[in-house]
């Protein structure tokens, strides 16, 4: 297979969080032309290939993820014009451009799903999404106990009496996957992209497509955006075998196209070898490896998560991925700023325990730099660079996550994460925009993490990521394979071709073996050459 096919096997892919990325006319909502302005910050950071999350005609009842058109931009965005100029620019730069793609649910505004609620019960138009009768003499209760993942239940009624399945907010209804029109829609959206350029998909919630046939009654409460499922049989819900057929069919599809287009799961499936039937060789690329985000801050959690990880993957030929933040989960500049082994927060707020900022991103470094050394391919979320922590004060009136309703208020949600990004210490929103507009609150003390502040400042997190990205290349530790070595009481090492990785956990420095010379560290090295607690430190062996 030419190297160009299979680009993705190491390659680092940096996600881009449209609504928060760059700003270009001023109105608080980050936009295509942004995005396409700032992609040079993007190359001289060294990554390989761009993920964009949902840029769609949406609502934006949930950011996006609730698409009403997929063939189209959302305006608050730009337009397709708009996208063509980026993925062009991204081309041009040397940088693959991946799409998110939705197909678990429509948004309610999807001309479908409005035909559906036009039509009466048994219709077509019906079928295409996941509509039933009640429980109870009058069909007052719901079909089933699920619940949806953002709090609340899974079901609604409509004005006829039957209810409609949504596992997420209500304004996202399930669509119907043993309809095979919704499979020829599908298959005809992805050569709608591939044909304008794109070179591949992430895959929202692409464990929960199919749904078990007699809609079993579940009671747990769905984990999958507070974390994985427990390790059993898997939920009605979720990961049942149906969905594999749909990516085989994809994968077709793809493999039409030149030049290595892609298809990476996000799904939340445990144990590690269930993760794996997603990438066998006829289905996708790849699936974000969650495990490793969830994984506390010890050498020997990390360690059985890394192995088991490797060990799955290559059982199926797949590449392992590593991950550490995304717009769904509490940025790990304030995760690791909590006590170790401390349950994760769905969302923090000002009254919620305020993490130790320093710590956390003293670790953050140490772990970024674990999985930028790890063999396989790496995904960054946007203003991570920065060492960018969450927004753990937002004032609550400014949340829009559906989950904080949802909820009852029990859960913040993912606002904090999504904050607009800053550029410039100085200009108004940080350099956002061209004005101080801003959709989610700025903090105040984010001036020290603006671009600006951080360039060409030896030790700042941006040129940390720099020189990580740099190394990693050079040395092909992407393309490398691992393999442990004993280190000192407290560390956690491998060897990665010519290249030691060690990372101290324990309370003592640790010592790097003799003649191994220093490459990189995530903080200066004491005075005897010894690693510092929470540091990771590369060297040439
Ligand atoms: C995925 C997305 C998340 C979204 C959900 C529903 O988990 O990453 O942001 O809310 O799917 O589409």
Same mark, same amino acid.
């Given at each position: 297979?030419?190297?160009?096919?299979?680009?993705?096997?190491?390659?680092?892919?940096?996600?881009?969080?449209?609504? +928060?990325?760059? *700003?270009?006319?001023?109105?608080?909502?980050?936009?295509?032309?942004?995005?396409?302005?700032?992609?040079?910050? @993007?190359?001289?950071?060294?990554?390989?290939?761009?993920?964009?999350?949902?840029? /769609?005609?949406?609502?934006?009842?949930? &950011? =996006?993820?609730?698409?009403?058109?997929?063939?189209?931009?959302?305006?608050?965005?730009?337009?397709? #014009?708009?996208?063509?100029? @980026?993925?062009?620019?991204?081309?041009?730069?040397?940088?693959?451009?991946?799409?998110?793609?939705?197909?678990?649910?429509?948004?309610?505004?999807?001309?479908?799903?409005?035909?559906?609620?036009?039509?009466?019960?048994?219709? !077509?138009?019906?079928?295409?999404?996941?509509?039933?009768?009640?429980?109870?003499?009058?069909?007052?209760?719901?079909?089933?106990?699920?619940?949806?993942?953002?709090?609340?239940?899974?079901?609604?009624?409509?004005?006829?009496?039957?209810?409609?399945?949504?596992?997420? *907010?209500?304004?996202?209804?399930?669509?119907?996957?043993?309809?095979?029109?919704?499979?020829?829609?599908?298959?005809?959206?992805?050569?709608?992209?591939?044909?304008?350029?794109?070179?591949?998909?992430?895959?929202?919630? &692409?464990?929960?497509?199919?749904?078990?046939?007699?809609?079993?009654?579940?009671?747990?409460?769905?984990?999958? $955006?507070?974390?994985?499922?427990?390790?059993?049989?898997?939920?009605?819900?979720? *990961?049942?075998?149906?969905?594999?057929?749909?990516?085989?069919?994809?994968?077709?599809?793809?493999?039409?196209?030149?030049?290595?287009?892609?298809?990476?799961?996000?799904?939340?499936?445990?144990?590690?070898?269930?993760?794996?039937? /997603?990438?066998?060789?006829?289905?996708?690329?790849?699936?974000?490896?969650? %495990?490793?985000?969830?994984? !506390?801050?010890?050498?020997?959690?990390?360690?059985?998560?890394?192995?088991?990880?490797?060990?799955?993957?290559?059982?199926?030929?797949?590449?392992?991925?590593?991950?550490?933040?995304?717009?769904?989960?509490?940025?790990?500049?304030?995760? @690791?700023?909590?006590?170790?082994?401390?349950?994760?927060?769905?969302?923090?707020?000002?009254?919620?325990?305020? %993490?130790?900022?320093?710590?956390? $991103?003293?670790?953050?470094?140490?772990?970024?730099?674990?999985?930028?050394? $790890?063999?396989?391919? &790496?995904?960054?979320?946007?203003?991570?660079?920065?060492?960018?922590?969450?927004?753990?004060?937002? !004032?609550?009136?400014?949340?829009?996550?559906?989950?904080?309703?949802? +909820?009852?208020?029990?859960?913040? =949600?993912?606002?904090?994460?999504?904050?607009?990004?800053?550029?410039?210490?100085?200009?108004?929103? /940080? #350099?956002?925009?061209?004005?101080?507009?801003?959709?989610?609150?700025?903090?105040?003390?984010?001036?020290?993490?603006?671009?600006?502040?951080?360039? =060409?400042?030896?030790?700042?997190?941006?040129?940390?990521?720099?020189?990580?990205?740099?190394?990693?290349?050079?040395?092909?530790? =992407? #393309?490398?394979?691992?393999?442990?070595?004993?280190?000192?009481?407290?560390?956690?090492?491998?060897?990665? #071709?010519?290249?030691?990785?060690?990372?101290?956990?324990?309370?003592?420095?640790?010592?790097?073996?003799?003649? &191994?010379?220093?490459?990189?560290?995530?903080?200066?090295?004491?005075?005897?050459?010894?690693?510092?607690? *929470?540091?990771?430190?590369?060297?040439? $062996?």
């Amino acid at each position: 297979m030419p190297r160009t096919d299979t680009w993705w096997r190491d390659a680092v892919i940096y996600q881009v969080y449209p609504r +928060s990325f760059a *700003d270009s006319d001023g109105d608080g909502m980050g936009d295509l032309p942004g995005i396409t302005a700032r992609l040079q910050h @993007l190359k001289d950071l060294g990554i390989d290939a761009v993920w964009l999350s949902p840029f /769609y005609p949406s609502p934006q009842r949930d &950011a =996006g993820y609730d698409v009403s058109d997929y063939r189209s931009i959302d305006p608050r965005f730009g337009d397709l #014009g708009d996208a063509d100029k @980026l993925i062009a620019e991204a081309h041009s730069l040397g940088l693959k451009f991946i799409v998110d793609l939705v197909p678990n649910h429509t948004s309610g505004e999807h001309e479908w799903f409005q035909a559906a609620l036009a039509a009466p019960p048994g219709s !077509p138009e019906r079928e295409r999404y996941i509509f039933r009768d009640g429980k109870g003499p009058d069909g007052g209760e719901p079909p089933n106990s699920w619940q949806s993942v953002f709090g609340g239940g899974a079901w609604q009624r409509v004005p006829d009496g039957q209810w409609y399945l949504h596992l997420f *907010d209500v304004s996202q209804p399930d669509l119907n996957w043993d309809n095979p029109q919704v499979r020829a829609e599908f298959a005809d959206i992805l050569r709608f992209w591939l044909d304008r350029g794109v070179d591949g998909f992430r895959v929202d919630v &692409a464990h929960g497509l199919i749904k078990e046939k007699d809609l079993a009654d579940w009671t747990h409460t769905s984990a999958i $955006l507070g974390g994985l499922e427990p390790a059993g049989p898997p939920p009605p819900m979720w *990961d049942q075998d149906g969905v594999h057929e749909v990516y085989r069919q994809w994968r077709a599809v793809l493999d039409e196209y030149p030049g290595g287009r892609i298809l990476v799961a996000e799904a939340w499936v445990q144990p590690a070898e269930r993760l794996a039937r /997603y990438v066998r060789p006829d289905e996708m690329h790849q699936a974000f490896n969650f %495990p490793y985000l969830d994984a !506390p801050w010890t050498a020997e959690a990390l360690r059985t998560v890394i192995d088991e990880s490797l060990a799955a993957n290559d059982a199926v030929g797949a590449t392992t991925t590593w991950v550490l933040s995304n717009h769904d989960v509490v940025r790990h500049a304030t995760r @690791l700023g909590y006590p170790i082994g401390a349950a994760r927060m769905h969302g923090i707020g000002a009254d919620d325990p305020q %993490p130790d900022t320093a710590l956390g $991103l003293r670790r953050a470094r140490a772990a970024t730099m674990q999985m930028l050394a $790890l063999p396989g391919s &790496a995904y960054l979320y946007q203003g991570e660079e920065l060492g960018l922590p969450e927004h753990t004060t937002m !004032p609550d009136e400014y949340r829009q996550d559906p989950a904080w309703e949802r +909820s009852g208020h029990a859960e913040r =949600g993912r606002d904090g994460c999504r904050v607009p990004i800053p550029w410039e210490a100085d200009a108004p929103s /940080y #350099g956002f925009g061209p004005t101080d507009a801003s959709w989610l609150p700025q903090p105040a003390t984010w001036a020290e993490y603006a671009l600006d502040r951080q360039q =060409g400042v030896p030790g700042s997190t941006w040129e940390l990521y720099r020189a990580a990205l740099a190394v990693r290349r050079e040395h092909g530790l =992407g #393309g490398g394979e691992l393999a442990w070595q004993d280190g000192p009481a407290g560390t956690l090492a491998f060897r990665n #071709g010519d290249v030691l990785v060690l990372t101290n956990f324990g309370t003592e420095p640790a010592g790097l073996p003799a003649g &191994a010379r220093l490459l990189l560290s995530s903080e200066p090295l004491d005075d005897d050459g010894r690693v510092p607690t *929470d540091v990771t430190a590369w060297a040439l $062996l």
